[in-house]
């Protein structure tokens, strides 16, 4: 079974908008879990743009469920993620003022590193994840570095499917296939959808989770707003 984790990036974004603490990251976190989410992930930035790293602490004890920490094993990422001890680490490549996360790992560039890093994790009893380009020779990569898990990143197969191309996805199941027989873990994220997630999960074997943000956070203001305008207009409109 694929497990669903909640990436509450965006909520965290919302917070900072303001400037004090709505909505609640923590409580968001503690209501994902009670409506099923298998897992919560966070993955926070050095600008701390989003999710702060107060905040990796302060979901320790309220995420029962599994915890991922995403993130560039910089030093001061490394510190943290050693102090909170989530469940799993995702490591990400992702340069300081990117947008967003947008590659995989050079696994064959990056090996000795991510060796080294990855092994620092696993004796302090965390998961390792990394993720990676659905390219066969950087699975093999991974494979090399002694990582547990990868996470295939999905952008590409995520806007392809939206032009309708579902060819894309065989880059994607090929590497799922290597992955497995290599009993390497498949993770997958970025840009999974609504729209996407059962042709993804349909075509990759072996698929144990998948970290869901950008896409989730939007539908559930989309599926959300007609209740909250709702419940606005009877509070607006009721006699007294
Ligand atoms: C690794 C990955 O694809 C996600 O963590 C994504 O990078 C979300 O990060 P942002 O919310 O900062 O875009
Ligand atoms: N690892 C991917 C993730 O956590 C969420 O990515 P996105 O859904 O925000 O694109």
């Known amino acids: 079974m694929t497990k669903l984790s909640v990436n509450i990036n965006k909520i965290a974004t919302l917070r900072n908008s303001r400037g004090g603490n709505v909505p609640n990251v923590v409580q968001f976190a503690k209501d994902v879990q009670r409506f099923g989410a298998e897992g919560v992930t966070i993955h926070p930035r050095p600008d701390e743009r989003h999710i702060r790293y107060q905040d990796a602490h302060d979901l320790k004890s309220e995420v029962y469920t599994e915890y991922n920490i995403e993130g560039n094993p910089v030093e001061s990422f490394v510190e943290l993620v050693l102090n909170v001890k989530p469940t799993q680490v995702t ?39 990394i993720f990676v380009d659905p390219v066969l020779g950087q699975i093999e990569g991974a494979k090399a570095t002694g990582t547990d898990r990868i996470e295939l990143y999905t952008e590409a197969f995520a806007h392809q499917y939206s032009l309708g191309n579902t060819a894309a996805i065989k880059p994607y199941a090929d590497s799922a296939i290597l992955a497995s027989n290599l009993n390497l873990g498949i993770n997958a994220g970025h840009d999974l959808s609504l729209d996407n997630i059962e042709y993804f999960k349909k075509n990759i074997p072996g698929l144990l989770e998948v970290s869901i943000g950008h896409a989730l956070i939007a539908e559930s203001l989309y599926l959300g707003v007609e209740n909250v305008v709702q419940m606005y207009l009877r509070k607006l409109k009721s006699q007294f």
């Open 91 to 129: 490591l990400v490549p992702d340069a300081v003022d990117a947008i967003t996360s947008n590659a995989g790992w050079d696994t064959i560039k990056n090996k000795d590193f991510l060796v080294d890093v990855i092994k620092e994790f696993q004796q302090n009893g965390i998961r390792t994840s």
